[in-house]
């Protein structure tokens, strides 16, 4: 670890230096390693908000988006706790030699959890940044305590006393006198200051039902982030540098997408720019160090090609659809058809919406007319259940990427439960690749297999239930081969975490490559653009990169058919069944 002059030095220093912000991107270990691999430019790179105790955040929705590149937010603070952070930062420290600095940030609601999580993330912390400014977050917690300047300075000092981390303050701009917390947090022993968190919280509502689009205790209302929020942040900068001279390291955050943001920044005073929602604008994941590298030059040479890679329509739209064809298997899983298209490529996803409830993301059964597969399980599929013919659906998407293709001319597809899902538009692909495809659909029920009928897949199809044999289709797999190896399959398997690793294990001991085994990885996602990081698996983002990975770089990641439950334990399928049993409200 570096010594606290060393990295108080290094951030006064000049350059072009870019730091993430917390609960953006870089919300889990693997994304971390990733930016520092990937983004040189980077020199600061920020954790979530970790708490004492672990926190389930508000039930989505928790992200909108207005106009292009302006979000509003309510996630709640949503973390592991205190215990897990740790585990995970110690691990990530322990196998990879961070090039940049590592911004802990951390939430509380009085000083002595302040304390305790400052003394636990000290010893893998650069920097320790103190939440004092989230807008939307319990009573106690962010602005409740960083908008009076003597609670701040209280918190700062007392804090100060139990560690000689560095101690980085995020500031809330929803105040009267941004200058004077600042003054009041460096007098009392900040090293420097983090400015602005997000402007608000304002209400959003649905225009189609007046019902607010948030979820969240507090009204529906959240904060706002990105191009909207710009101009304050700069003119916060600016004041809280007039306030405490020209050595107190700032980090200036809030709407930075361009080189002439990043300019105006500077000049208005931060040492390090952070750069946070626009990275929901980078379609995919492998254009992030293209963009990045692109502004590097930009700011040197006064050019805007780094615009050039950005969206330009908004990403979190909303369509209203009506529910046309409802079609029921047994009591708990049901085919939801609307009215309209919804243009998809095989394995990608949209998010339902019902107003007043909340919403969740689902594949893609069917793109022509949009069809869904419901599996009831929480207090949201259960409001889907009620949706009768003619009745409005609110959706937005679709999501994620095409999924791979291999070169092996026999594919399979391998689904179970409410996987199948994913097979419709995944057969049609594989097929009109020019591949021999066989699809195996296994099932707890018995009621569920006449889906397959439902759906009219243009391949061979062997379908079973267990029968209190879990993946009983698996003994099916040998007898399609045509052949004694699989050497030249390649295998789509969709379902359970359990059923997965089932799965891989036949496939492996049949002969298959890893490279040509992909499984549905349905980590849990709040925004579907790249924003929360929830998704991310083994470096990857899976909303923006597709949901199919191989096995191959499963086991680069140190994950396999026997281990990758256990060690990706946010992890739930979310094909048709919502991800609700992923979630400790469902």
Same mark, same amino acid.
């Given at each position: 670890?570096?010594?606290?002059?060393?990295?108080?030095?290094?951030?006064?220093?000049?350059?072009?230096?870019?730091?993430?912000?917390?609960?953006?991107?870089?919300?889990?270990?693997?994304?971390?390693?990733?930016?520092?691999?990937?983004?040189?430019?980077?020199?600061?790179?920020?954790?979530?908000?970790?708490?004492?105790?672990?926190?389930?955040?508000?039930?989505?929705? &928790? =992200?909108?988006? #207005?106009?292009?590149?302006?979000? +509003? /937010?309510?996630?709640?603070?949503?973390?592991?706790? *205190?215990? $897990? @952070?740790?585990?995970?930062?110690?691990?990530?420290?322990?196998?990879?030699?961070?090039?940049?600095?590592?911004?802990?940030?951390?939430?509380?609601?009085?000083?002595?959890?302040?304390?305790?999580?400052?003394?636990?993330?000290?010893?893998?912390?650069?920097?320790?940044?103190?939440?004092?400014?989230?807008?939307?977050?319990?009573?106690?917690?962010?602005?409740?305590?960083?908008?009076?300047?003597?609670?701040?300075?209280?918190?700062?000092?007392?804090?100060?006393?139990?560690?000689?981390? &560095? =101690?980085?303050? #995020?500031?809330?701009?929803?105040? +009267? /006198?941004?200058?004077?917390?600042?003054?009041?947090? *460096?007098? $009392? @022993?900040?090293?420097?200051?983090?400015?602005?968190?997000?402007?608000?919280?304002?209400?959003?509502?649905?225009?189609?039902?007046?019902?607010?689009?948030?979820?969240?205790?507090?009204?529906?209302?959240?904060?706002?982030?990105?191009?909207?929020?710009?101009?304050?942040?700069?003119?916060?900068?600016?004041?809280?540098?007039?306030?405490?001279?020209?050595?107190?390291?700032?980090?200036?955050?809030?709407?930075?997408?361009?080189?002439?943001?990043?300019?105006?920044?500077?000049?208005?005073?931060?040492?390090?720019?952070?750069?946070?929602?626009?990275? +929901?604008?980078?379609?995919?994941?492998?254009?992030?160090?293209?963009?990045? @590298?692109?502004?590097?030059?930009?700011?040197?040479?006064?050019?805007?090609?780094?615009?050039?890679?950005?969206?330009?329509?908004?990403?979190?739209?909303?369509?209203?659809?009506?529910?046309?064809?409802?079609?029921?298997?047994?009591?708990?899983?049901?085919?939801?058809?609307?009215?309209?298209?919804?243009?998809?490529?095989?394995?990608?996803?949209?998010?339902?919406?019902?107003?007043?409830?909340?919403?969740?993301?689902?594949?893609?059964?069917?793109?022509?007319?949009?069809?869904?597969?419901?599996?009831?399980?929480?207090?949201?599929?259960?409001?889907?259940?009620?949706?009768?013919?003619?009745?409005?659906?609110?959706?937005? @998407?679709?999501?994620?990427?095409?999924?791979?293709?291999?070169?092996?001319?026999?594919?399979?597809?391998?689904?179970?439960?409410?996987?199948?899902?994913?097979?419709?538009?995944?057969?049609?692909?594989?097929?009109?690749?020019?591949?021999?495809?066989?699809?195996?659909?296994?099932?707890?029920?018995?009621?569920?297999?006449?889906?397959?009928?439902?759906?009219?897949?243009?391949?061979?199809?062997?379908?079973?239930?267990?029968?209190?044999?879990?993946?009983?289709?698996?003994?099916?797999?040998?007898?399609?081969?045509?052949?004694?190896?699989?050497?030249?399959?390649?295998?789509?398997?969709?379902?359970?975490?359990?059923?997965?690793?089932?799965?891989?294990?036949?496939?492996?001991?049949?002969?298959?490559?890893?490279?040509?085994?992909?499984?549905?990885?349905?980590?849990?996602?709040?925004?579907?653009?790249?924003?929360?990081?929830?998704?991310?698996?083994?470096?990857?983002?899976?909303?923006?990169?597709?949901?199919?990975?191989?096995?191959?770089?499963?086991?680069?990641?140190?994950?396999?058919?026997?281990?990758?439950?256990?060690?990706?334990?946010?992890?739930?399928?979310?094909?048709?069944?919502?991800?609700?049993?992923?979630?400790?409200?469902?």
């Amino acid at each position: 670890m570096m010594s606290r002059e060393h990295v108080l030095r290094r951030i006064r220093s000049g350059g072009f230096k870019l730091a993430t912000v917390s609960g953006i991107l870089t919300t889990r270990p693997g994304m971390i390693e990733w930016i520092d691999r990937m983004v040189p430019e980077v020199e600061i790179i920020t954790t979530k908000s970790y708490q004492v105790h672990p926190n389930p955040g508000y039930r989505e929705p &928790v =992200l909108l988006e #207005k106009e292009v590149g302006c979000y +509003a /937010n309510a996630v709640g603070l949503r973390n592991p706790g *205190m215990g $897990a @952070g740790i585990r995970e930062l110690t691990e990530l420290r322990r196998k990879h030699q961070l090039r940049a600095l590592l911004n802990v940030s951390v939430s509380a609601n009085c000083i002595e959890d302040f304390i305790r999580l400052v003394r636990c993330f000290a010893p893998v912390a650069d920097i320790l940044e103190l939440n004092f400014s989230c807008p939307h977050a319990a009573r106690g917690y962010g602005s409740s305590i960083g908008s009076d300047p003597r609670v701040v300075a209280e918190y700062v000092r007392c804090i100060r006393t139990a560690t000689a981390a &560095v =101690l980085f303050p #995020k500031l809330s701009p929803n105040v +009267a /006198n941004i200058a004077e917390i600042a003054r009041a947090a *460096m007098a $009392a @022993g900040a090293d420097g200051l983090s400015a602005i968190n997000t402007v608000g919280p304002e209400l959003f509502r649905d225009p189609g039902s007046g019902q607010p689009i948030l979820s969240n205790p507090n009204g529906g209302k959240g904060g706002k982030s990105g191009e909207w929020i710009k101009q304050r942040a700069i003119e916060s900068v600016r004041d809280i540098r007039r306030a405490v001279g020209e050595q107190v390291p700032i980090i200036g955050i809030g709407g930075i997408s361009s080189a002439e943001d990043i300019r105006r920044m500077r000049q208005a005073g931060a040492n390090v720019v952070g750069l946070g929602s626009v990275f +929901a604008r980078v379609p995919r994941q492998d254009l992030i160090p293209l963009y990045i @590298g692109a502004l590097r030059r930009d700011f040197q040479e006064g050019s805007g090609n780094a615009q050039t890679f950005l969206s330009t329509e908004p990403l979190m739209n909303y369509r209203t659809f009506r529910v046309n064809k409802i079609r029921s298997f047994g009591e708990t899983l049901r085919m939801i058809g609307l009215d309209e298209e919804l243009p998809a490529s095989a394995s990608q996803y949209a998010f339902l919406f019902v107003p007043g409830v909340g919403e969740k993301p689902f594949s893609i059964a069917c793109s022509r007319p949009a069809t869904f597969l419901v599996r009831r399980r929480g207090p949201f599929t259960a409001a889907l259940f009620r949706l009768q013919a003619g009745d409005r659906l609110l959706v937005r @998407g679709p999501y994620g990427a095409q999924t791979p293709r291999s070169p092996r001319p026999k594919a399979f597809i391998v689904a179970g439960g409410t996987g199948i899902a994913v097979a419709p538009l995944l057969a049609r692909t594989l097929v009109d690749q020019g591949k021999e495809l066989t699809l195996l659909f296994g099932s707890t029920r018995e009621e569920d297999l006449d889906v397959l009928s439902a759906l009219d897949l243009p391949c061979r199809q062997v379908g079973a239930a267990d029968l209190d044999q879990p993946a009983r289709i698996l003994d099916h797999l040998p007898e399609q081969l045509d052949g004694p190896t699989a050497e030249d399959c390649c295998f789509y398997n969709v379902g359970p975490q359990g059923f997965l690793a089932r799965a891989c294990r036949r496939e492996l001991a049949l002969g298959a490559s890893t490279s040509e085994i992909y499984l549905s990885l349905e980590t849990p996602t709040l925004c579907g653009i790249g924003l929360c990081g929830s998704c991310e698996c083994g470096g990857r983002l899976l909303c923006k990169e597709g949901t199919f990975v191989s096995l191959r770089h499963l086991e680069r990641h140190g994950l396999s058919p026997e281990t990758f439950p256990a060690l990706l334990p946010e992890q739930a399928h979310r094909s048709a069944d919502s991800r609700e049993a992923a979630l400790p409200s469902g």
